[in-house]
Nanobody
Framework: QVRLVESGGGSVQAGGSLTLSCATSDNSTKCMAWFRQAPGKDREGVAAINLYETTTYANSVKGRFTISIDDTRNTLFLQMNSLKPEDTGMYYC????????????????????WGQGTQVTVSS
């Protein structure tokens, strides 16, 4: 079983920045991603990175968010800049043992392992 623990969430004003981290207990997973869920809305894929460091971003965050992973593949990051109120939500880290390609990386059903989430609140 892969354990994922997110941290770094918080409250920030619009235009501000936050960096989320996700620590994994198993660095053999080949694809990791960030998803978010706002109240009353479906969970949506935000950004993903696979073993070859192929990245995929939701259109709503392109140019503002950057996903990265450390050299040991033990910690996943999401650098979030120019935050908007619509970025508010619970952010979840996800991982899978398959090396997902771009067409699959932002689909929640592709991931077997999930963290508990960290809350991000952006005020206007």
């Amino acid at each position: 079983q892969v354990r994922l623990v997110e941290s770094g969430g918080g409250s920030v004003q619009a235009g501000g920045s936050l960096t989320l981290s996700c620590a994994t207990s198993d660095n053999s997973t080949k694809c990791m991603a960030w998803f978010r869920q706002a109240p009353g809305k479906d969970r949506e894929g935000v950004a993903a990175i696979n073993l070859y460091e192929t990245t995929t971003y939701a259109n709503s965050v392109k140019g503002r968010f950057t996903i990265s992973i450390d050299d040991t593949r033990n910690t996943l990051f999401l650098q979030m800049n120019s935050l908007k109120p619509e970025d508010t939500g619970m952010y979840y880290c996800a991982a899978d043992r398959l090396n997902l390609g771009p067409s699959s990386q932002l689909k929640s059903y592709e991931y077997d392992y999930w963290g508990q989430g960290t809350q991000v609140t952006v005020s206007s």
